[in-house]
């Protein structure tokens, strides 16, 4: 209804959401989600800000189990947590275990490039190719989520060219888990990516596409190992931040 007073879905000291509302019609639960999940991964809902499903109900002006389902996929992927009293919030950024998770990530990097270069098929390049491209354009315009969904999709087609589906389903799933953290990781940049990573981007996929394993791994890891600096970095310069800890 037009004219209506939405109720906040944030508690009182934590800022509205930046994403304009849209009126769902027909698309229910991904309408919410997308919105939720663009508000979480820019960072302009805070971890720990409450999702209540009755108050998001009346904000997208919907039932409430579409909301219920928009949740659950963020749910699984680890961008809200359901608390033991069943309130839902934006999950937090365990920073405790970032070493750890930087070990695997770096490590997958490794993998994966290595293998994509010793058994990619031709079909495969393309597509790696492709998303190179694509996240080429992203950096090229500023645009932080897109940056992060492109480079997500750079690796896995990377990772699904190595031909281990072991592989492949554990550094999916790393790659989802770190996307707040790469949002900080392109905020240490104010989103203006210097070329040279786009650059390293295309040395990656030139070793993979001449078959070249010691390469692709050496640039792998220095390419892994740039990211985790530079993200220490800003989150030791910034800790006067009220990022959520645990």
Do not use: W
């Not at 997308?34 to 039932?63: A, F, H, K, V």
């Not at 492949?168 to 953290?181: M, Q, S, V």
């Amino acid at each position: 209804m037009a004219g209506k007073r939405t109720a906040p879905i944030l508690a009182d000291n934590a800022p509205e959401l930046a994403v304009g509302i849209v009126r769902a019609r027909g698309s229910g639960a991904q309408t919410v989600y997308e919105n939720l999940r663009q508000s979480i991964l820019d960072m302009t809902l805070q971890p720990g800000s409450p999702l209540d499903e009755m108050s998001l109900s009346e904000r997208y002006e919907m039932s409430r189990t579409p909301i219920r389902e928009a949740l659950v996929r963020l749910s699984a992927e680890g961008l809200v947590t359901t608390l033991p009293n069943r309130n839902t919030i934006v999950s937090a950024i365990d920073f405790v275990q970032l070493p750890t998770y930087f070990e695997a990530l770096t490590l997958m990097y490794r993998v994966t490039t290595r293998s994509a270069a010793v058994h990619r098929q031709k079909h495969q390049l393309s597509v790696i190719r492709s998303r190179h491209l694509a996240y080429a354009a992203a950096v090229e315009n500023r645009d932080a989520l897109g940056m992060i969904q492109s480079n997500r999709d750079f690796h896995v087609a990377i990772a699904e060219a190595g031909g281990n589906p072991y592989y492949t389903g554990f550094f999916t799933r790393l790659l989802d888990e770190g996307r707040r953290i790469l949002r900080l990781y392109y905020q240490s940049f104010d989103d203006k990516l210097p070329r040279q990573y786009v650059d390293e981007h295309e040395q990656m996929v030139l070793a993979i596409e001449a078959g070249d394993a010691v390469l692709a791994d050496r640039l792998s890891a220095e390419h892994a190992s740039q990211i985790v600096r530079q993200i220490q970095t800003y989150i030791a310069r910034d800790t006067s931040t009220s990022i959520t800890l645990i």
